[in-house]
């Protein structure tokens, strides 16, 4: 078990948890011969990148879906649920539940985000509308239900958006909280930022009080920021191995990102934006290809000049509880070859 010179051990849920130092790869080895299905719920406010997340994971036989919870965000709740059900259809399952939740932040506004994500927040290709139920049940109650009936400590949420419904949900049942695995959730920055305000990423800004919630909840987090996502870039090269793929979802894939990368693009003048819900999938298929710190990380509730900002102890400065294993390098070509394998499957 290696350390490298910088003192950062590659990222791994359980590693983490035992405070071991297990390479994330070591642990499945180390594991049982059958590999584990991994029981997930996705909460998610699709966005051309959450809808790339969505797909990979479904296509993902490591990963059991056992529903997509909705959340407003990039854009209103009405959008987001409606997009939900259209990836799924996309992707060919359209036995996918998915449940709507939160309409709005526990006490802000909702802040959107049609500038980056278009007006229906998946521009980019001509999806149909989608014919598959929303389930009636409302996605907190989801949550909920699933986390006390399936066994303790199965379960994974995978945050997308905002922290409104997981938020919600340890509010109105604690008990769900040493229930859960693990909660891997894109949001943050430390080193680069933020990119909805200078101090605060979008999903942590949006609901910076449910964001604080969780970090607070004592489950087992990891954080996918943007220090990590602005390593994943959406190139030309990057986006033609989606269209080559030749199948409707590839073709769909290059066309949302296409969309998606001109914002960001005009914004950091790069070839390609980046791609940052779809690594909290890629860091479940394969945490190898990332590699963080187990710090602090707190939340911004109270400025209003730096409202939501993650404000995460990378060095240790702190004798604050360690609550998050926080990532900041990722093998970016690895994490694209995984994706086109998987969007492949459909
Ligand atoms: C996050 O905000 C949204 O725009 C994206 O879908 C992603 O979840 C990036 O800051
Ligand atoms: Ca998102």
Not at 123 to 141: E, H, I, K, R, S
Not at 214 to 233: A, E, N, Q, Y
Not at 245 to 260: K, N, Q, R, W
Request: proline share 7%; hydrophobic share 45%; glycine share 8%.
């Amino acid at each position: 078990m290696e350390k490298n010179p910088d003192g950062i051990f590659p990222a791994g849920a359980d590693m983490v948890r035992a405070a071991t130092e297990f390479k994330c790869g070591d642990l499945l080895r180390l594991g049982t011969e059958m590999p584990e299905i991994r029981k997930i719920i996705i909460d998610t406010d699709p966005g051309q990148d959450d809808a790339v997340a969505i797909m990979a994971a479904l296509a993902s036989p490591e990963l059991d879906v056992l529903g997509l919870t909705v959340v407003a965000g990039n854009v209103p709740l009405a959008l987001t649920e409606k997009n939900a059900r259209k990836i799924c259809e996309l992707s060919g399952r359209p036995k996918t539940k998915v449940f709507a939740g939160a309409i709005r932040p526990m006490v802000r506004d909702l802040v959107t985000a049609e500038n980056v994500h278009g007006k229906t927040g998946l521009n980019g290709p001509v999806l149909p509308d989608p014919t598959m139920p929303l389930q009636d049940q409302y996605a907190v109650d989801f949550i909920v239900e699933t986390l006390m009936r399936e066994k303790s400590g199965s379960v994974t949420i995978c945050a997308l958006g905002p922290l409104t419904n997981i938020g919600l949900a340890l509010v109105r049942e604690p008990r769900i909280a040493p229930r859960i695995r693990e909660i891997v959730l894109m949001g943050g920055g430390l080193f680069e930022g933020g990119n909805l305000t200078p101090a605060a990423e979008f999903n942590i800004c949006v609901d910076p009080h449910a964001a604080d919630l969780v970090l607070r909840s004592g489950v087992p987090i990891v954080i996918v920021p943007l220090d990590c996502t602005h390593k994943v870039l959406t190139t030309a090269k990057r986006i033609a191995a989606f269209r080559d793929l030749g199948t409707a979802p590839g073709i769909a894939v290059a066309e949302m990102l296409e969309f998606f990368e001109r914002f960001d693009e005009a914004k950091y003048g790069t070839d390609g934006g980046p791609l940052h819900d779809p690594c909290v999938i890629a860091y479940l298929l394969k945490p190898e290809l990332f590699s963080g710190r187990h710090i602090n990380v707190e939340v911004e509730t109270v400025s209003e000049l730096t409202l939501g900002m993650t404000v995460a102890d990378w060095w240790g400065v702190t004798n604050r509880p360690k609550n998050a294993t926080y990532l900041l390098e990722v093998d970016d070509q690895g994490v694209f070859d995984l994706l086109v394998e998987r969007i492949g499957r459909l």
